[in-house]
């Protein structure tokens, strides 16, 4: 027998390059729960770094590994799966392992710069060279440009490769959001002096860069998945993606209004923003519900249970943390009191893992199969308790610091904004809160599960199915033809 070993040189082009951009997306997704976990524990030891790494630059290096991880993972994943959905060669290999390196040297040189520089003179050089100081996208101008640069070297090597062998539902969706995925970011660059127009553009990189471009990709990516894991059947999951991007125009377009509510925006956005929040999720989890269900109905099996178990999870997680904990507070009557405090941080840790996070682990999960040789990954892989742990753990953690939050956000919600009304005495009143506090305590403990969730994770990427001798079995499908434009239902 002949034990599947990591072969490098069995991957197609596209495939490739994809490992370099999962293994970067990796060491920062590390990095950004080691800051994470950081600056929790800064709100109860406020001098813990002080002067060294306060907690301004600790935060920006959290929020800004978690944007960069992610879009390496997207990157990689579309990388991933590219050749087999076009059926053809990926068009300009070299430059996208060229963008690659630029990307990520580009990436080490700003966070270098956060970490040793942090501030500089209230000058046009600091915009172009340290910070922008706007708050999520701290990146300074030169990275600004280079992160559409890449993006656009990206949307090329996409289509060109698709124009080069055939189109599908979902790759025409994925080529059309890859421009927006370019040209939104640059909304963000430049400046007005109204700071109420400025606020306004500033939204639409923060909420439409992230939630509309970013939800359609996933979109594109679940579907693929689904193909591969489940064996679903293609209409199924194009009909749920054209839905998606359907609700994406309407209720993620619409919805950027809840963020116009306290900016000097005209009135008319209380109601549309408040009534068009929360949609876009809910395809999602229809996608993974018909498929699952269709799967069982059809006798589908599914030999790669960890990427599967990770696609199901980013559907509820989606769900749950980009909808309901959304709609929680996007309601300008709710939002009135909720805007701004650890309410916000809660729908934020919760909407991000499982809305991207969870996506990007189960495609490297199929990656990995395909990567070892096709090896079996189903219900009595050895090993098999360290990929169901780290899911485990990586979900209670998250989920754990997201009801801390919420706790907090409750306290900070009714002593500074219910009963002091958003002065600085009620804000520092609500700080010293007792929940606040125990929230705060309890969010550091869950950041501590949420670690060796990761730890479990990165331990389990690396030997899962290495020593398996066992081949990948079929999928017992019978819709080969509702696949046929792909040649068959892909197994992983």
Not at 160 to 180: C, P, Q
Not at 223 to 232: H, S, V
Not at 296 to 302: A, L, M, Q, T, V
């Amino acid at each position: 027998m002949q034990l599947h070993a990591f072969n490098y040189s069995a991957l197609n082009s596209g495939q490739k390059v994809a490992v370099k951009y999962f293994m970067a997306a990796m060491v920062l997704f590390a990095a950004q729960i080691a800051f994470g976990i950081i600056a929790g524990l800064q709100f109860i030891f406020p001098d813990l770094f002080f002067g060294v790494l306060d907690f301004s630059v600790v935060r920006m290096v959290h929020i800004n590994a978690m944007i960069v991880w992610m879009l390496f993972g997207f990157l990689g994943s579309v990388y991933w799966l590219i050749e087999d959905e076009s059926g053809a060669e990926l068009v300009g290999a070299k430059l996208a392992n060229f963008t690659f390196w630029i990307f990520l040297l580009a990436v080490t040189i700003v966070v270098l710069v956060y970490l040793f520089v942090q501030i500089g003179p209230g000058k046009i050089e600091s915009i172009w060279f340290i910070n922008e100081g706007r708050e999520y996208i701290e990146a300074p101008r030169w990275a600004d440009i280079g992160i559409v640069a890449c993006m656009l070297v990206f949307f090329y090597n996409t289509a060109a490769t698709f124009l080069k062998g055939k189109w599908s539902g979902i790759s025409g969706v994925l080529v059309l959001d890859l421009i927006a995925l370019a040209g939104l970011y640059m909304a963000g660059m430049f400046y007005v002096t109204n700071i109420s127009v400025d606020q306004h553009w500033w939204w639409w990189v923060i909420h439409l860069w992230v939630e509309a471009t970013w939800e359609v990709l996933v979109g594109c990516v679940m579907a693929w998945g689904l193909i591969k894991t489940l064996g679903a059947r293609r209409k199924i999951v194009t009909t749920w993606l054209y839905i998606e991007v359907a609700l994406m125009f309407g209720s993620g377009i619409l919805g950027l209004g809840h963020h116009y509510f306290w900016i000097g925006t005209p009135e008319y956005w209380l109601t549309i923003g408040g009534f068009f929040s929360a949609l876009e999720p809910i395809p999602l989890v229809a996608m993974v519900v018909h498929s699952v269900y269709d799967a069982g109905s059809h006798g589908f099996k599914s030999t790669n249970h960890p990427a599967l178990a990770w696609l199901i999870a980013h559907a509820f997680g989606n769900f749950l943390g980009g909808g309901v904990w959304g709609f929680m507070h996007t309601l300008p009557q709710i939002n009135l009191y909720t805007h701004g405090t650890q309410w916000t941080a809660s729908h934020g840790h919760l909407a991000f893992f499982g809305a991207y996070a969870t996506i990007i682990i189960a495609v490297i999960y199929i990656a990995i199969q395909r990567a070892r040789g096709d090896v079996w990954m189903s219900s009595d892989i050895a090993g098999g308790w360290r990929w169901k742990w780290a899911l485990g753990l990586l979900n209670a953690g998250v989920m754990g610091m997201t009801m801390a939050l919420l706790v907090s956000g409750y306290e900070q919600a009714f002593t500074e904004r219910a009963l002091g009304g958003s002065t600085w005495t009620a804000y520092f009143a609500a700080q010293n809160a007792a929940w606040f506090v125990q929230g705060m305590n309890w969010r550091a403990i869950f950041g501590f599960v949420t670690a060796a969730g990761l730890v479990l994770l990165l331990w389990d990427m690396m030997v899962i199915g290495r020593g398996d001798s066992r081949d990948i079995q079929e999928l017992n499908t019978g819709h080969a033809d509702d696949n046929s434009d792909t040649g068959a239902i892909l197994a992983t």
